[in-house]
């Protein structure tokens, strides 16, 4: 079921940051592409527990990624040469953003149509990205460590909070920093106290993206 294939209408989305066009290729509706994915699974697929894990909500620009990618933009110095990790990275618009301010990126994500959509984004935008299908939650594939670990809108279930907080700081390189979009989700205050306990204070920002208020957050290791 890992290999199903959906061939989803897409859209060509734009976004201007500073002196760069950025060309994103999306699903055009994401109530469309989950009924094309319920009309290509049996109906015994449909109840795997997996089978919640090929809903395509990669596909979507959504306000949080739009909102880091923004921060991104704004604080070009915490990127230029730096390597830099994007998990459940999507259609991939901050790795791109990343990359073109001057970062090494590494754009990673789960589901297995993600690849072939941030390769066509790269293509769109005329960027080239390394890309690499990580379970970053459970898997414990050495990748390296990084200077940057990034994600935007991954805190969305109740098990998340201290899981996540492990998992992005375990891809950090010392004196790495970690940072995080967020739609003010409920488990986002869990997230934060796990950060403190793991040791790390944060830097936070408001930035409004399709009339919604995001929060950013720049975490660093207190010493």
């Not at 790795?95 to 984004?121: I, M, W």
């Not at 940057?148 to 992005?168: F, N, Q, R, T, W």
Request: glycine share 6%; net charge negative.
């Amino acid at each position: 079921m890992s290999q199903l294939k959906v061939n989803y209408k897409t859209i060509i989305q734009q976004r201007q940051l500073g002196d760069k066009l950025y060309v994103l290729e999306a699903i055009r509706s994401l109530d469309e592409a989950i009924d094309q994915v319920c009309e290509v699974l049996t109906d015994e697929e449909q109840k795997d527990p997996f089978a919640e894990d090929l809903c395509p909500y990669f596909g979507i620009l959504w306000p949080a990624s739009e909102a880091l990618s923004i921060y991104l933009d704004q604080h070009s110095g915490l990127i230029k040469n730096k390597s830099i990790l994007e998990l459940g990275c999507g259609l991939g618009y901050p790795s791109l953003v990343a990359t073109h301010l001057g970062g090494k990126v590494l754009a990673t994500d789960f589901h297995p149509d993600v690849e072939e959509y941030f390769l066509r984004n790269c293509l769109h935008s005329s960027l080239a990205c390394e890309y690499l299908r990580l379970n970053w939650r459970e898997n414990q594939q050495d990748i390296g460590l990084f200077d940057i670990v990034m994600g935007s809108d991954v805190l969305y279930e109740s098990k998340h909070p201290c899981e996540v907080a492990k998992g992005l700081i375990r891809f950090l390189k010392p004196g790495g920093k970690i940072v995080l979009c967020d739609p003010g989700r409920n488990y986002l205050q869990p997230f934060l106290e796990a950060m403190k306990i793991e040791g790390y204070s944060e830097q936070s920002e408001f930035i409004t993206v399709q009339d919604k208020d995001l929060f950013v957050f720049l975490f660093a290791k207190d010493y």
